[in-house]
Each structure stands twice: as C-alpha cells, then as structure tokens.
C-alpha cells in the first residue's frame, strides 16, 4: 500500500491512455525485477531519481512504445506505476540525458536476464498444435535487426555487403532464437555481432535444448556437428537437409521413410563413425506445380512413435518463428525501423528488451486464448499490442509489491 499521505501526482494523462504496466508486472513482478537486479550488482546504493527497477521497465515499455520519445515513454511508465500504487513515490520525470545515463548504470545483463529468468514454455502438457508424439514443438531461427549507425555500433556489430562492394546503410544485430510453436513465445534467444554467423551463434541454444523437446530446423542450420550437438541434449530433432546430402538406404521402414547415416565429412565414412537417423522425403501439392523433394532427418527412428506424415506436417509449424520475428520488427517495433541506442550495450539492452516485450505481449495473448476456450493462434497479435499499450491498468491486475 501507498505510504500514509502519499497522493498520487497531477498529470494530463488519463488511466486509460497509461502504458499498460499490468502487462509487464504480470509477467515480470517487480520482486523478480529486483532480484535479478540484485544478482548482476545493479541495486542502488543510493537513492536516485530514475532507480534501476524503473529503468528496467522503462527497458521494455520502450520497445512496448517504439514510436515514443524517451520523455514520452518515461511518462508513461511513471503513470503506469503510480496506479500500481506501489510501497514507493514514482520517480520524478528526467530529462533524456538523464535517462541514457540511468541505461548506461543499468546494462544489458539484467534485461537478458530477466528475459532469461521468465521466458519459459506457455502450453500445458498435451495442448493441440503444440505436442507431437508427447514432445514439444520448439523452432530454431534467425533475423537481423538495423542498429543506429554510429562508429561505435558499426565496429561492433558490422554490416551485410550489397552491391558492387558497398555495404548496408545500417549496421546490423543477428538474433537467433528458440519459440514455442504453439503459442510463438520465444523462449530463449541469443543476441550479438551480424559479423557472427548464424549457425555459430545457434550453438548455444542447441545446448539448452532440453528433452522432451522437438526442435524443428531449416536446412541452412544442418551440419553434423551442430546435429550430433544438439542431439546430446536428451531432445528430439526434425531437421530439414538440402536434397544433395548422401543417405543411402539401410533399411526401409512400412511408412515410407528409411533409416540411413550421416557422417562429419566423407572421409569419416571410411573411419566407421556414423550417427544413425531417420529420414522423410516428401512433396507438396497445393494445386500448383508440386514443389520438393523435401528431405527432413529426425532422431525418432520408430514410425511408431511418429509417422512420416505426422513429422512431415509437424516441420510446417517451423514458420511459427517466422510469425514471430514479423511480430517483433513489423508490428511490435515497426516496419523498416531502426533501433535507437548509440552504444553496442545499449544496443543489446534495447533487444533484450524487445524480446522481454514481445514474450509479455505473447503470455498474455496465451492465457486469453486459453480462458475463452480458443487456439491461440487465432488471437491477433495486432489487437493483443493495440491493447497493451491502451488499456485500463486496474490495480487488480498488478501484482502485490515485493516486501
């Protein structure tokens, strides 16, 4: 409860036109927020106008309000919180100096963190369109985002080449990132350099697969290492490969695919090191010209277990990570805009904040779709925004404040 005496301040803002801080509380409690703070060194020793709690909501309310001024978005977090009626004043609104200056105390580490520490599956155990042969969907990805072109940013992060030898107007960040198939959360991601290649940097999250899982991969992401990698998890895989692969037939299975091997290089084959898998050739018509053959490896070897067909129209839902990074850049962020941050860290703190926002804006489209009865597919991610960032914080739907 609010200190005795304590008002809330004058403002020209209504409730309704608030940043939906109930959004972000609900998914982010502020005790979650404080811990993480605390657990990367970032907690005040002072008091301070803009405390690092306020900046890490500010964090992701600016990818919540990409279009806003730093004043403009502060204003609305300030607004948010004061309705939230916390055990705290709201801190007094700053100048944008200022507010860089509170995200250069506060970093990129907790963001990540606190992203880290929430963004964790959404469907129960057997929902529709989200398990297959009891393993959950997840996909691997990757997109770039345009970063501020500054010196700093561009030596960092890099930049694609075009044409003739020049290079992109922006320097770019490569995000690769694992998401739920049937509810688009991403559920773990990695942010760093363009200069670093995709599969490079999906190696990481290869590690943190986890079993029970299964991965579904485009083709680019296929090599045996990454394969054999992310098969020591304990998860399933269903990767697509370039039809020239080499996999001949060891034995054929009653539903039409075959178990075959792959090897590290073609000289391994002679080394006798094979890794066994299966594998499902397919085509597709739609009424058009049939397009394929596709060729998709998986570490389930028993038809049994899941059916050439089954695994087949599973590897579709691999797109669902492509709804999500258009969610994220057209919709949540904006078309064709550039991220704002000067600095690399910055840079990473205004991502990781993205990513913070979009699984926020996610969970609650999930539980929605959940409590009407509805696939979660079918709730606009447009309206679910529209409503994020205009809707009645009800003091209800804030979680209590941390002692």
């Known amino acids: 409860m609010p200190r005795s005496g304590w008002r809330k301040p004058e403002s020209d803002s209504r409730l309704s036109d608030a940043v939906s801080v109930g959004v972000l ?105 989200t398990f297959l042969a009891g393993r959950r969907l997840v996909a691997i990805d990757g997109t770039c985002l345009d970063v501020a072109d500054t010196p700093a940013n561009d030596a960092h992060f890099g930049r694609p080449g075009v044409m003739k030898g020049e290079r992109a107007a ?95 290089s073609t000289n391994d084959r002679r080394r006798e090191h094979p890794t ?33 067909a089954e695994l087949a129209a599973a590897y579709a839902h691999r797109w669902e990570i492509e709804t999500a990074f258009d969610e994220l850049k057209t919709h949540q962020r904006g078309p064709r805009k550039v991220l704002r941050s000067g600095s690399p860290e910055l840079v990473l703190q205004e991502i990781w904040g993205h990513l913070c926002c979009h699984y926020a804006i996610r969970a609650l489209m999930f539980d929605a779709a959940v409590h009407a009865g509805h696939d979660p597919d079918r709730v606009s991610f447009i309206a679910a925004l529209r409503v994020s960032r205009r809707s009645i914080a009800q003091q209800g739907a804030f979680p209590p404040s941390a002692p």
């Open 170 to 264: 922006f320097p770019q960040a490569r995000v690769v990132a694992v998401a739920e198939c049937g509810s688009h959360a991403i559920i773990d991601a990695t942010v760093g350099a363009y200069t670093v290649s995709e599969n490079a940097a999906a190696g990481e999250l290869l590690d943190r697969l986890r079993p029970g899982m299964l991965c579904l991969a485009d083709r680019g992401f296929y090599s045996h290492a990454a394969w054999t990698r992310a098969a020591a998890t304990g998860a399933d895989l269903c990767w697509r490969v370039r039809s020239s692969l080499k996999l001949p037939i060891l034995e054929e299975l009653p539903d039409g695919s075959w178990i075959s091997e792959v090897f590290h």
């Open 25 to 129: 509380t609900r998914v982010f409690p502020p005790g979650v927020v404080d811990e993480v703070i605390a657990q990367c060194g970032r907690t005040e020793r002072r008091h301070r106008s803009l405390p690092a709690r306020t900046v890490a909501y500010f964090a992701i309310g600016m990818a919540l309000h990409a279009d806003g001024s730093y004043e403009d978005v502060l204003a609305l977090i300030n607004d948010g919180l004061a309705w939230a009626a916390w055990d705290e004043a709201p801190p007094r609104l700053a100048g944008k100096g200022a507010i860089t200056h509170a995200r250069k105390r506060l970093g990129a580490e907790p963001v990540e963190k606190l992203f880290r520490r929430v963004a964790v599956p959404l469907a129960a155990a057997g929902a529709a369109g």
């Open 276 to 308: 066994r898998v299966r594998v499902i050739e397919y085509t597709v018509e739609d009424g058009r010209d049939p397009s394929g053959p596709y060729r998709l490896l998986t570490t389930i070897t028993d038809p049994g277990h899941a059916p050439a």
